[in-house]
């Protein structure tokens, strides 16, 4: 069974960076479309950025455009979002997804059916 395993948040102040990662397990070839996505109470999920895993096609909302990164990790099936420069709108609880049968860079998260248990950011001012 395909799982997913989010990690990195944490509290740090305007300015700061973290790391989240992502680790896929129960599943043996490489994921086709992966992403992060970003929900804070009474808000709908958001996608932040998300990648084709093949063609290297990437998607950032625009709102972290130049401070988060997406990447993928050494490992099969591994996720990063680098992020700099936070603020603290940034704040909220951030989820990894996958689709395992995407042929197209995918943006939204009614076309993902695979999640993790998500990670909190929160950004102070």
């Known amino acids: 069974k395909l799982q997913l395993a989010d990690s990195g948040g944490g509290s740090v102040q305007a300015g700061g960076s973290l790391r989240l990662s992502c680790v896929v397990s129960g599943y043996a070839v490489k994921l086709p479309c992966m992403g992060w996505f970003r929900q804070t109470p ?3 999920r958001e996608a932040v950025a998300t990648l084709h895993t093949s063609t290297g096609d ?3 909302v625009d709102s ?3 401070r988060f990164t997406i990447s993928q990790g050494g490992a099969r099936n591994t996720l990063h979002l680098q992020m700099l420069s936070l603020k603290p ?3 909220a609880m951030y989820y990894c997804a996958a689709n395992p049968y995407c042929v197209a860079l995918r943006t939204s998260d009614d076309q993902f059916d ?3 248990q998500g990670t909190q950011v929160t ?3």
């Open 42 to 44: 009474g808000k709908d």
């Open 58 to 60: 990437t998607y950032y």
């Open 64 to 66: 972290v455009k130049g």
């Open 89 to 91: 709108e940034d704040t």
């Open 114 to 116: 695979n999640w993790g």
């Open 123 to 125: 950004v102070s001012s």
